[in-house]
């Protein structure tokens, strides 16, 4: 269904998002224009709509300007987790720093540089720079009183990989973030993770001087402040059945 629409322009539309977690923000200028962004990245070629007399879009089903409902078919069947309106629009470097609050918050990939709410464009605590390589299912937890984020464990849309911030070695892993009692001690601490996006089906890569195969995929870990313990929970099926161990790469050379 139609997770996003305007009437004035039938271009501005995000649809078909069904089992596909994502972070939507937009810009109404009345009667001017409207900016859109899919987690992170400008969609112009789809949601930039100049002199168009938007002053309006919906959540969930086709309006036109009456108010009626313009579509039979086609209604958004999902939830939405949060909604944040504010009464002008964001400057690019608080939208950015939104967009990752909540990317942490849901475990939602985006496509620009992670940055804690003390970042002002210059100075201050950018937690993740995409253009390393591993730039594939980033996601994070950690603790910025500024923005009210408080994440204590996150797994991200992929669901393969699952951080807690504490010792849960043989014990049950809390379902929720609000079932975690592990809080970070310090302000603006975090733990994020991304990967080179290879695969993790076979055992496929020589690594550790050959002397042991490993699947293809790489992950790297960025940390700022202080983490605590952690536990790192992969599911015995999602790798190959004779995976016995983690490969911890400490100088980050990959060899």
């Known amino acids: 269904g139609e997770l996003i629409y305007d009437d004035d322009d039938p271009s501005f539309v995000l649809g078909n998002y069904i089992d596909k977690p994502s972070l939507v923000a937009f810009d109404i200028n009345t009667d001017s224009q409207i900016d859109g962004w899919l987690n992170g990245q400008s969609q112009n070629s789809l949601t930039t709509v100049a002199n168009s007399g938007a002053d309006r879009v919906s959540l969930g089903q086709e309006f036109d300007g009456s108010g009626n409902d313009n579509q039979t078919s086609d209604h958004w069947k999902g939830d939405l987790a949060e909604i944040i309106v504010l009464q002008s629009n964001l400057s690019a470097l608080d939208r950015m720093r939104a967009e990752s609050y909540l990317a942490l918050k849901y475990g939602i990939h985006l496509d620009h540089n992670y940055y804690a709410s003390d970042w002002d464009g210059s100075e201050g605590t950018t937690l993740w720079n995409v253009g390393s390589g591993f730039d594939n299912h980033i996601t994070g937890m950690g603790r910025d ?86 536990t790192l929970r992969i599911p015995k099926a999602a790798v190959p059945a004779n995976t016995t161990a983690l490969y911890i790469n400490r100088n980050g050379d990959t060899s």
């Open 145 to 230: 009183d500024r923005s009210g984020l408080d994440q204590r464990q996150s797994s991200g849309v992929e669901g393969l990989v699952s951080i807690y911030h504490g010792n849960y070695y043989n014990a049950q892993f809390p379902t929720i973030n609000a079932l975690n009692p592990n809080a970070f001690d310090i302000d603006r601490s975090f733990v994020l993770w991304g990967d080179n996006g290879s695969s993790v089906a076979a055992l496929s890569q020589s690594i550790y001087n050959g002397a042991n195969n490993g699947v293809a995929r790489v992950w790297k870990v960025a940390k700022q402040g202080q983490s605590g313990l952690l």
